[in-house]
């Protein structure tokens, strides 16, 4: 039985049923660590392999006692995530990641931590009560649809560049299935560039998608990305191919958001009203991905100081941040400016592809020790709010 197909079975109360069936048959259950959590899991209901209930039964079995789903635009996927949790003896947290524009604000014309476009911040709101969910949800949906049409026009900018080499792509046919777009989720430029590697898949073969990436695309590999694209048993072929192009391809074929990023105080707003914590997801100069998809370039280190002034503008309760992702001094220079301006610390792993891990090894290191109990605290806070 393949574990994962189970527990992404086509509706949320099959999957449940799934993981509940699994567990009533374990002989031996998994041992959890006291240090490893994961705030930063998305799900299918943004772009992941896992359903929400696959996302819990995975975390468990990596030692979590504790995980969260943030999903991009949507927090359709938490009375799920909830529920797995229960069943499989997991403590859960839910929010939801976005886009906020800065428009008015020092940053309005900088990268911040989006590395399409300047003026663009990722936030979070974590620790969402969950007789709020639905209030969450409404706020996001007419964004979400604002947000799919300008994937009709990426799908179409993919078209004028590809359809003379073959690749033709529908919106509807091709990328909206690969979505939980019918069940509230949203719709991502990961799901695009996905539909895209299977056309490339479908039209050359894995034999020949290196090359069609490097002489159609004009996208360089570096010899590791070769290795993952001419491995004929690589289980995460599209994956690893969907991270080379969304690094190196989105910047060609990318429409501006504008009408589905909220502004910045919008989303203060929502979060006051729902007693959600707002957080600013930081992420730093970045020269190599661990995610494998994100371009090297200069963002915030340069303005830290200027970053956190707009941060208390907007009244940003927490930095949420990875580890893995970034150097020791970079790291330390945040947790001092959040310990200076009052600013709690979360923290999460990103996991939206096969090859990364639920599990940050960092957090057995004594400078993010404290970021454990900082998971423990929120879902605390959460289970409060949400009696």
Not at 133 to 142: G, K, T
Not at 281 to 304: I, Q
Not at 368 to 380: G, N, S
Request: with cysteine; hydrophobic share 40%; proline share 4%.
């Amino acid at each position: 039985m393949n574990t994962l197909q189970y527990l992404n079975a086509p509706t949320a109360s099959e999957r449940l049923r799934n993981l509940q069936t699994l567990v009533d048959a374990e002989t031996e259950k998994p041992r959890f660590s006291d240090v490893f959590v994961n705030n930063h899991i998305h799900t299918t209901y943004s772009f992941s392999p896992y359903s929400p209930t696959a996302a819990v039964y995975f975390a468990r079995a990596a030692s979590l006692p504790a995980a969260g789903i943030v999903d991009h635009d949507s927090i359709a996927g938490a009375r799920e995530f909830i529920r797995a949790g229960e069943i499989a003896g997991v403590a859960t947290t839910v929010g939801v990641e976005c886009r906020v524009h800065m428009t008015g604000t020092p940053l309005e014309d900088r990268f911040i931590n989006n590395t399409d476009q300047p003026g663009i911040a990722y936030m979070v709101l974590h620790g969402v009560p969950h007789g709020q969910i639905d209030r969450v949800q409404a706020f996001f949906a007419p964004l979400r649809e604002k947000r799919n049409a300008r994937n009709r026009e990426m799908v179409c900018n993919i078209n004028a560049l590809l359809s003379d080499a073959g690749i033709v792509l529908d919106f509807d046919r091709d990328v909206l299935p690969l979505s939980q777009y019918a069940n509230g989720g949203s719709v991502t430029e990961r799901h695009l560039i996905f539909a895209l590697c299977r056309a490339i898949t479908a039209l050359c073969g894995r034999e020949k998608t290196a090359r069609f990436v490097e002489n159609v695309l004009s996208v360089p590999l570096s010899e590791k990305q070769r290795a993952y694209l001419t491995d004929a048993d690589n289980p995460y072929f599209d994956y690893d191919l969907l991270g080379v192009l969304k690094s190196a391809f989105v910047s060609r074929i990318y429409v501006p958001a504008a009408a589905e990023c909220p502004h910045a105080t919008e989303l203060a707003a929502l979060a006051a009203e729902t007693g959600a914590l707002l957080c600013y997801a930081y992420l730093g100069d970045v020269t190599v991905s661990a995610t494998g998809d994100k371009r090297s370039g200069k963002f915030e280190d340069d303005y830290l100081d200027e970053l956190f002034e707009v941060l208390r503008r907007f009244n940003v309760d927490a930095v949420t941040y990875m580890p893995s992702r970034n150097t020791l001094a970079q790291l330390r220079r945040v947790q001092q400016m959040c310990a200076d301006g009052g600013f709690l610390q979360i923290s999460g792993e990103d996991v939206n592809s096969p090859r990364q891990k639920f599990v940050c090894a960092q957090l057995e290191m004594p400078e993010f020790r404290h970021l454990t109990d900082a998971t423990w605290a929120l879902i605390e806070r959460e289970r409060a709010l949400s009696e």
